[in-house]
C-alpha cells in the first residue's frame, strides 16, 4: 500500500515538470517522420540570420533550455483565418509549445551536429 502511495506520488510530481517543458503532441496528423516531440517555455532569444529561436523553462532555481530553428517565410495563421509571416524579433517574450523534428548532420570531420526543426508554434498564455 505504501509502495503504491509512493509511486502516484512520485508521477504526479513529476507530471508537471514533464508538461512544462519537453512534452508530446496530442493526437492529430503530423508531418511524415514526425515522432511527437515538443518543447514549451519563454521565447528570451532569438537570431534573425539563422531563424534559431530559444525558448527557457525555469522551475525553482533550474533553468533549461532548448534552442530551435525555424524555416524562412514561417507562417502561423491568425485568429481571423489569415497566414502571417513570423518575425523573428516579435517572438521574444512569448510563451510557445514548439512542435520539432530532430535532424542529424555529419560534418566531413565526422563530427555530429543535432538541430531541432520546429514546424509548428503554438503561442500560450503567459504564466501567472
Same mark, same amino acid.
Given at each position: 500500500?505504501?509502495?503504491?502511495?509512493?509511486?502516484?506520488?512520485?508521477?504526479?510530481?513529476?507530471?508537471?515538470?514533464?508538461?512544462?517543458?519537453?512534452?508530446?503532441?496530442?493526437? !492529430?496528423?503530423?508531418?511524415? =517522420?514526425?515522432?511527437?516531440?515538443?518543447?514549451? &517555455?519563454?521565447?528570451?532569444? #532569438? /537570431?534573425? +540570420?539563422?531563424?534559431?529561436?530559444?525558448?527557457?523553462?525555469?522551475?525553482?532555481?533550474?533553468?533549461?533550455?532548448?534552442? !530551435?530553428?525555424?524555416?524562412? =517565410?514561417?507562417?502561423?495563421?491568425?485568429?481571423? &483565418?489569415?497566414?502571417?509571416? #513570423? /518575425?523573428? +524579433?516579435?517572438?521574444?517574450?512569448?510563451?510557445?509549445?514548439?512542435?520539432?523534428?530532430?535532424?542529424?548532420?555529419?560534418?566531413?570531420?565526422?563530427?555530429?551536429?543535432?538541430?531541432?526543426?520546429?514546424?509548428?508554434?503554438?503561442?500560450?498564455?503567459?504564466?501567472?
Amino acid at each position: 500500500m505504501k509502495k503504491g502511495f509512493a509511486a502516484i506520488t512520485f508521477m504526479l510530481v513529476f507530471a508537471g515538470v514533464s508538461i512544462a517543458q519537453k512534452g508530446t503532441a496530442e493526437n !492529430g496528423y503530423w508531418p511524415m =517522420g514526425y515522432s511527437g516531440d515538443t518543447w514549451t &517555455g519563454e521565447i528570451t532569444a #532569438v /537570431k534573425e +540570420d539563422t531563424r534559431e529561436f530559444t525558448l527557457t523553462y525555469n522551475k525553482g532555481d533550474k533553468e533549461q533550455t532548448f534552442v !530551435g530553428v525555424i524555416a524562412k =517565410g514561417f507562417t502561423v495563421k491568425l485568429k481571423d &483565418g489569415k497566414d502571417y509571416e #513570423v /518575425k523573428m +524579433d516579435e517572438l521574444l517574450g512569448m510563451r510557445a509549445k514548439a512542435y520539432y523534428i530532430t535532424k542529424s548532420k555529419k560534418d566531413a570531420a565526422g563530427i555530429v551536429t543535432k538541430t531541432y526543426e520546429v514546424f509548428q508554434l503554438k503561442f500560450l498564455p503567459k504564466d501567472k
